[in-house]
């Protein structure tokens, strides 16, 4: 852990352990906005690959994808990927070979990564691989796995996953509780790699990443460049303070985060926003986030649950919404989804959509105006718009969503910058040109500091908001010269 110390030091930060919650990364100097803290390569990493999609195992990548001709279970988009993962896949490829048709289906990508954190453990310590103060496995020795939190259940299906690993590896020596426990240490650790768009990709093991602790009102961010974890400050962090990124999104009440956090990461989030639980203003803020509508349109006031469960008093006004009433609207709501949901995956789009605006409508009789319900649809209209290359309707829809992304989330959030993206492109597209430049300069405010600018996503980003520029600046000078 001295050598982890000090390749910290070098970089400005060090490694304190607090009681309530363990290891922790902190900033050994100041860190500014944009300024990247941390980026880490995984220590092992594997795409969702699925039967329906697939991924280069070395960038991702899904165009011009070949299997690999030995195991049939690994992809490569070109020879040069193949070539960085040969060492490892070398030997995972000659395990994976010996297995039956059968078996080799049972090969989720969690039981490729941990075949492959074996392999690597292993070319480490042969000195295949070589090993770094921050590359190493006793890193990956050192992550929480919350093994005393989990269920019965749970523990018999990471020693089923253990015994197909074993059969896998067939190393002699292999000890499957181990294996278990690091299942457990990865459900804990392991972060979701995506794209620059925030869209999943794979999943990977990042152990000094994984030392960043979570906060409801994080002061960095993580994102991906490739498979490349990079942490940046989203604020000015000063020297001697916690660097901490959010695990989970943020855009809920604080009952249902931490609820989030304790199914999925086992523990209880004691952050400024957390410990608010149960203050007014927290009481007011889960009601606006999940909670309904006055019954007067014209009032923004938030409804609470009235003492003889009969209803919902409106805070502001005083007027009541009858239970019967509210339930009414939300069963049909309920049923409309389930069409929904039913007519996309047939591929319905148009039908989507119109059920999909039903729901909206519902809900905006329903719901706050900034409940994240109603947002929620939102997106998923905009994403069924855009396929039926709907511009204009999807741009009213992007426009109706920014209100409440700029209320749910802090100034600088990557969701927030990539909303501001979405409408900005479909501005620029339907011809709405100074619309577009404020909003993609809205956009690369933010996306600057949380995703930096050598990336070929903000290439482009900058790129756009330049030839907007332009041809503002040529419309204005043809009008001058008429
Ligand atoms: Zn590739
Ligand atoms: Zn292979
Ligand atoms: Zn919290
Ligand atoms: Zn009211």
């Known amino acids: 852990m001295e050598e982890l110390q000090a390749a910290l030091h070098a970089r400005g930060l060090s490694l304190s352990s607090f009681p309530d919650k363990g290891r922790s990364l902190v900033a050994a100097k100041d860190f500014y906005p944009g300024e990247v803290i941390i980026s880490q390569e995984p220590y092992v990493c594997v795409p969702n690959n699925s039967l329906t999609e697939s991924r280069c195992d070395g960038c991702f990548s899904n165009s011009n994808l070949k299997k690999c001709s030995a195991c049939h279970v690994v992809w490569y988009c070109g020879s040069s990927c193949q070539r960085l993962e040969w060492k490892l896949h070398r030997l995972e490829c000659q395990a994976l070979a010996k297995l039956d048709k059968e078996r080799r289906k049972l090969v989720t990508p969690t039981i490729r990564m941990m075949v492959k954190l074996y392999l690597r453990r292993k070319l480490q310590n042969e000195n295949v691989i070589p090993v770094t103060a921050l590359d190493n496995y006793s890193l990956v020795e050192a992550l929480v796995s919350h093994m005393s939190d989990i269920d019965e259940k749970q523990l018999v299906l990471y020693a089923q996953m253990g015994n197909l690993v074993n059969l896998i590896l067939q190393f002699p020596d292999i000890d499957i509780k181990e294996i278990a426990e690091n299942f457990s240490k990865f459900a804990c650790n392991a972060h979701t790699i995506c794209d620059s768009e925030l869209r999943p990709l794979g999943t990977g093991l990042y152990p000094v990443v994984s030392i960043i602790n979570h906060s409801c009102l994080p002061n960095a961010v993580l994102v991906f460049e490739g498979r490349w974890a990079v942490v940046r400050a989203v604020q000015h962090i000063p020297k001697d303070s916690e660097v901490s990124i959010s695990y989970v999104e943020t855009a809920a009440s604080t009952v249902a985060r931490q609820k989030t956090l304790k199914e999925q990461y086992l523990f209880t989030c004691t952050c400024a926003r957390c410990n608010k639980v149960g203050q007014y203003d927290d009481i007011q803020e889960s009601a606006i986030l999940e909670g309904y509508r006055c019954r007067d349109n014209g009032c923004s006031g938030f409804l609470l649950r009235e003492s003889d469960e009969k ?149 482009e980003l900058l790129m756009k908001l330049e030839e907007a520029r332009a041809e503002a600046s040529f419309k204005l000078s043809s009008i001058e010269d008429s």
Not at 325 to 348: F, P, Q, Y
Not at 353 to 380: D, G, W
Not at 388 to 411: D, H, N, Q
Not at 424 to 440: N, S, V
């Open 311 to 459: 209803g919902f008093v409106c805070q502001k006004c005083g007027l009541t919404r009858s239970k019967e009433e509210i339930r009414k609207i939300v069963t049909d709501i309920k049923a409309l989804s389930d069409k929904a949901i039913k007519s996309k995956s047939l591929g319905n789009l148009q039908e989507a959509a119109v059920l999909y605006k039903n729901i909206e409508n519902l809900q905006k009789e329903v719901c706050h105006p900034f409940s994240i319900s109603l947002m929620q649809t939102r997106e998923k209209l905009i994403e069924i718009l855009m396929q039926l290359e709907e511009w204009k309707e999807a741009l009213t829809v992007c426009r109706s969503t920014i209100p409440v992304y700029e209320r749910v989330y802090p100034g600088c959030h990557p969701l927030l910058g990539l909303q501001y993206y979405s409408c900005g492109k479909l501005e620029w597209l339907l011809g709405e040109t100074d619309d577009a430049i404020k909003t993609f300069t809205k956009a690369v405010d933010i996306l600057r500091i949380t995703h930096g600018t050598n990336t070929p996503f903000m290439k």
